[in-house]
Structures are given as structure tokens and as C-alpha cells.
């Protein structure tokens, strides 16, 4: 049996409110009393149950993802699914709200981070573009006791702060292989489109994508990456320059999540069913391009464990354990007609 606070008492001699201020860090007790206490937890193996301590206390968290205002259908997506899983842990006495911000300004981004304290969440997974100037930001959050994660944008391992989402050097050079494979070897060009080149995840992804394309498909030639800044208008002007200007294009990699407005312009400025395309992430609309045929395969992530595992991770770290690394770890889904 794990030793209780009672057995704590009992073998430092002290009673069960000493041992509760001790464990809370509230005043009253003199230093000897809790270098005692604490002793004594090293010697019996004492290990506190911050659950139940927290169910005592009513304490509730409250838990907030801050995502962009722009996204199309995958941000309604992940509102949808972020709302379904605020009501499932309700129950555990889990507040979840979000919170959108123009994501593709970095001061306005660190200023909100800035005003925010440990009275107002106690933990925030962020989806903005990674800046400097977000990247203080959010240290500067950590040590104000705010858990951080890095919610499917930022660099996975890159420091203390948790990530949550898809190796995106992985997912590019498996979109690599696909737009490889799927193009026959034939000789051509590819056009890689992004939202913007300034997020990681687009930089890394387009990273693995020419890495394998070099190792494994040297007849390919890949094309400067075009950025939409997610407008309807400039991805149609773009892509259609870019597809006038490279009448040998046998292959597209769409790396933004949101595809509907690069694979419209596509479709008007080329015959699809000629192309190999390959985008990110799972919605109505790149689900009904796959069906149809448009789309020959779609790289997702499953959001709502992405979801699920960010408010995990902002638990464990307010009640200072150690996420299960295996539960957290987002997969890179390949999704075709077949298994759709």
C-alpha cells in the first residue's frame, strides 16, 4: 500500500494539519518541522496524490488553446473538436476555453502572452507561428507558472516546453515519397504551396519534402514555394503564374493545413487528374477531393487526441507529473480513397 499523509504524521511525529501546511507551503511551521517532514517523505517513499488533493480543495483549472483568427475549414475543425472536449472533463473539474488572436503578428502575440498571468489560466496551448519574440514570450510564461504547450506549430523537442502535433520533417519527406511514388518518375516539375513560409512546421516539412525528392526522385524538379497568406485571390493569381510559367508540372504538395483555396487554383489552371497532389490535414473539403479523386492522398494528424493530449499534458504538469510520453505521441496518418 502507498504510504498516506496519516502515515506521513505518524512517522514524523506531527499531526495531519502540519503535514497539510507543509505540503501546501503555508506559514506556521518552523523550518525544522518541515525539513523534517520532507525527511521523513524521503524515507517512507511518500508520494502525494495531487488528484485527490485537488478534489479536497474543489480546485478547478482553467485551460485555454490560443489559435488564429484565419484557417478556413481545418480551424472550424479544431473549434469543433476543442468544444466536444471541454464538455468531456467537465466532469474532472477542467475549465477549456479558446482564445484567437492574429497569429501572424509576433508583437501582438507576445504583448497578449505578456499580460497574462498564473490568476488568469494555469495553463495555455498556443498554435502561432514560431518568432523570437514569441519564443521569450512564452519562456517568460513558464516561470510566471503558466504550463505551455506548443499546439501542432513549433519545434518538438527543441526546449523544456511541451509539443503536441506531427514530426513535420517526417511528414514532409513521407509526402516526398508519395508525390514521388505516385508521379511514376516521370520527368516534371513540382509546385509546393504554403500558407507562409515563416512557420516552422512549413519550413521543416519542406525540408524532408526536397530531401527525399533529391535522394529518391532526381529527375523531379522542385519549384520555389509560392505563399498564399491564406488569400483566395493571390493563390489563384500565383499558382496559375507559376503553372503558365512550368508547363511541365506533374506533381503538387499543398504544406498549409487549409487546402481548399491552393487546390481550387489548381483545378482551374490545370487538369488534376494529370497531377499528383498531396495536402495536410483532414476536412470536408480535402476529404471530398480525395474521393473524388483530385486529392491523391492527404496527410493528417488525428486532432482530437492532438486535443486531448494537450489538455493531459497542461494536467500533469500543474499537478508536477510526468506526462506519459507513449499517450502523447501524435502519429502522421496517410489517408487515401481506400481507407478514408
Given at each position: 500500500?502507498?504510504p498516506?499523509?496519516?502515515?506521513?504524521a505518524?512517522?514524523?511525529?506531527v499531526?495531519?494539519?502540519t503535514?497539510?501546511?507543509?505540503?501546501?507551503?503555508?506559514?506556521?511551521?518552523t523550518e525544522?518541522?518541515?525539513?523534517?517532514?520532507?525527511?521523513t517523505?524521503?524515507k517512507?517513499?511518500?508520494?502525494?496524490?495531487?488528484?485527490?488533493?485537488?478534489?479536497?480543495r474543489?480546485?478547478?483549472?482553467q485551460?485555454r488553446?490560443?489559435?488564429?483568427?484565419?484557417?478556413?475549414?481545418?480551424?472550424t475543425?479544431?473549434?469543433?473538436?476543442?468544444?466536444?472536449?471541454a464538455?468531456?472533463?467537465?466532469?474532472e473539474m477542467?475549465?477549456?476555453?479558446v482564445?484567437?488572436?492574429?497569429?501572424n503578428?509576433?508583437?501582438?502575440?507576445?504583448n497578449h502572452?505578456a499580460s497574462l498571468?498564473?490568476?488568469?489560466?494555469?495553463?495555455?496551448a498556443i498554435m502561432?507561428p514560431?518568432s523570437?519574440?514569441?519564443?521569450d514570450?512564452?519562456?517568460?510564461?513558464s516561470?510566471r507558472?503558466?504550463?505551455?504547450?506548443?499546439?501542432?506549430?513549433g519545434?518538438?523537442?527543441a526546449?523544456?516546453?511541451?509539443f503536441?502535433?506531427?514530426?513535420?520533417?517526417?511528414?514532409?519527406a513521407?509526402a516526398?515519397r508519395l508525390?514521388?511514388?505516385?508521379?511514376?518518375?516521370?520527368?516534371?516539375?513540382?509546385?509546393?504551396?504554403?500558407?507562409?513560409?515563416?512557420?516552422?512546421?512549413?519550413?521543416e516539412r519542406r525540408?524532408?519534402?526536397?530531401?527525399?525528392?533529391?535522394?529518391?526522385?532526381?529527375?523531379?524538379?522542385?519549384?520555389?514555394?509560392l505563399?498564399?497568406?491564406?488569400?483566395?485571390?493571390?493563390?489563384?493569381?500565383?499558382?496559375?503564374?507559376?503553372v503558365?510559367n512550368?508547363?511541365d508540372?506533374?506533381?503538387a504538395y499543398v504544406?498549409?493545413?487549409?487546402?481548399?483555396?491552393p487546390?481550387?487554383?489548381?483545378?482551374?489552371?490545370?487538369?488534376?487528374?494529370?497531377?499528383?497532389?498531396?495536402?495536410?490535414?483532414?476536412?470536408?473539403?480535402s476529404?471530398s477531393?480525395?474521393?473524388?479523386?483530385?486529392?491523391?492522398?492527404i496527410?493528417?494528424?488525428?486532432?482530437?487526441h492532438?486535443?486531448r493530449?494537450?489538455i493531459?499534458?497542461?494536467?500533469?504538469?500543474?499537478?508536477?507529473?510526468?506526462?506519459?510520453t507513449?499517450?502523447?505521441?501524435?502519429?502522421?496518418?496517410?489517408l487515401?480513397?481506400?481507407?478514408?
Amino acid at each position: 500500500m502507498r504510504p498516506t499523509t496519516k502515515d506521513l504524521a505518524k512517522a514524523a511525529g506531527v499531526s495531519l494539519a502540519t503535514v497539510d501546511r507543509v505540503l501546501n507551503d503555508r506559514p506556521g511551521v518552523t523550518e525544522k518541522t518541515v525539513t523534517k517532514v520532507y525527511e521523513t517523505i524521503e524515507k517512507i517513499g511518500f508520494v502525494r496524490n495531487i488528484q485527490a488533493a485537488n478534489l479536497a480543495r474543489g480546485k478547478h483549472y482553467q485551460f485555454r488553446f490560443l489559435l488564429p483568427t484565419t484557417g478556413g475549414k481545418f480551424l472550424t475543425e479544431l473549434l469543433t473538436q476543442i468544444e466536444n472536449a471541454a464538455l468531456s472533463y467537465t466532469s474532472e473539474m477542467i475549465e477549456t476555453n479558446v482564445q484567437q488572436i492574429t497569429a501572424n503578428d509576433p508583437h501582438l502575440v507576445a504583448n497578449h502572452l505578456a499580460s497574462l498571468s498564473s490568476m488568469d489560466v494555469d495553463g495555455i496551448a498556443i498554435m502561432v507561428p514560431e518568432s523570437p519574440q514569441v519564443r521569450d514570450a512564452i519562456t517568460r510564461l513558464s516561470e510566471r507558472g503558466i504550463s505551455v504547450v506548443q499546439f501542432l506549430t513549433g519545434q518538438p523537442k527543441a526546449s523544456d516546453i511541451d509539443f503536441v502535433g506531427i514530426d513535420s520533417h517526417a511528414a514532409g519527406a513521407t509526402a516526398g515519397r508519395l508525390v514521388g511514388g505516385f508521379s511514376q518518375s516521370k520527368d516534371g516539375s513540382i509546385i509546393v504551396i504554403s500558407d507562409t513560409m515563416q512557420a516552422r512546421d512549413s519550413i521543416e516539412r519542406r525540408l524532408g519534402f526536397d530531401e527525399t525528392i533529391g535522394r529518391l526522385y532526381p529527375k523531379l524538379r522542385i519549384l520555389p514555394s509560392l505563399e498564399t497568406y491564406g488569400n483566395e485571390k493571390r493563390a489563384h493569381r500565383i499558382i496559375c503564374d507559376s503553372v503558365e510559367n512550368n508547363p511541365d508540372i506533374v506533381g503538387a504538395y499543398v504544406l498549409s493545413a487549409e487546402a481548399q483555396a491552393p487546390i481550387e487554383a489548381l483545378e482551374n489552371c490545370v487538369d488534376a487528374s494529370h497531377v499528383t497532389i498531396v495536402a495536410h490535414e483532414r476536412t470536408s473539403f480535402s476529404a471530398s477531393a480525395l474521393r473524388k479523386g483530385v486529392i491523391d492522398a492527404i496527410i493528417a494528424q488525428n486532432t482530437g487526441h492532438a486535443i486531448r493530449s494537450a489538455i493531459r499534458i497542461m494536467r500533469a504538469r500543474n499537478e508536477q507529473r510526468q506526462p506519459l510520453t507513449s499517450q502523447e505521441t501524435i502519429r502522421i496518418e496517410i489517408l487515401l480513397p481506400e481507407n478514408l
